[in-house]
């Protein structure tokens, strides 16, 4: 059966189409069925881009689209309301910044890695937050956002730069998810072993 030796969705890579929109929404949901319902009463509502909507660990749903910022809002609105009860979270970020988009899919190619910063979040949608504020806070490059794939509904942001901007960022992406009461914890690796490196990039 071709069914059995299908990719499970729930553990591949979330894709994103990459493009960089204005501002950024997202809805999650405790239900795959419900939360499929609110990504298309999302494009139904407003002029917006989909960006993913996909099942994610465990048995919830993303869905994310981008676009200018009043459709966004519109958008997530709707998601909301067709959500309901299964509503897990929601954002709406007005200036996204241009390296969470790159970050979903972890496509970017950082020169150097002199050290490495990481921020984990009990919600996809908090860990959204946390690497817009924390990329916004300091010269840092977004390795990768990592959006509950097979790691229990968790998710967790990655980030490289020098140690003081790296200190900054993270503390920024702390303050950003502590406030939802969604931050499970962190580390900052001054000078990561190089063996390390070809895992991460």
Do not use: W
Request: with cysteine; aromatic share 2%; hydrophobic share 50%.
């Amino acid at each position: 059966m071709d069914s059995m030796n299908s990719p499970d969705p729930t553990t591949e890579p979330l894709p994103v189409r990459q493009v960089t929109p204005q501002a950024l929404g997202c809805v999650e949901t405790s239900s795959i069925a419900r939360g499929l319902e609110a990504a298309d009463a999302m494009l139904k509502a407003a002029q917006v881009i989909l960006l993913a909507a996909n099942p994610v660990c465990p048995g919830k749903y993303v869905v994310l689209v981008g676009g200018h910022v009043a459709e966004v809002h519109a958008a997530v609105a709707a998601g909301e309301a067709v959500a309901a009860d299964t509503l897990v979270d929601r954002l709406v970020i007005p200036n996204i910044h241009p390296q969470v988009m790159q970050a979903f899919t972890a496509t970017t190619s950082p020169e150097k890695i002199e050290s490495l910063g990481m921020i984990e979040t009990f919600s996809a949608v908090a860990a959204i937050i946390a690497g817009d504020e924390a990329v916004k806070a300091a010269r840092v490059d977004l390795i990768e956002i990592r959006l509950a794939r097979a790691m229990g509904g968790k998710a967790f942001v990655l980030l490289t730069g020098e140690v003081s901007a790296v200190r900054a960022a993270v503390e920024a992406g702390n303050r950003a998810a502590r406030a939802q009461g969604l931050l499970l914890g962190y580390t900052i690796i001054p000078s990561p072993h190089p063996d390390l490196i070809p895992g991460l990039v």
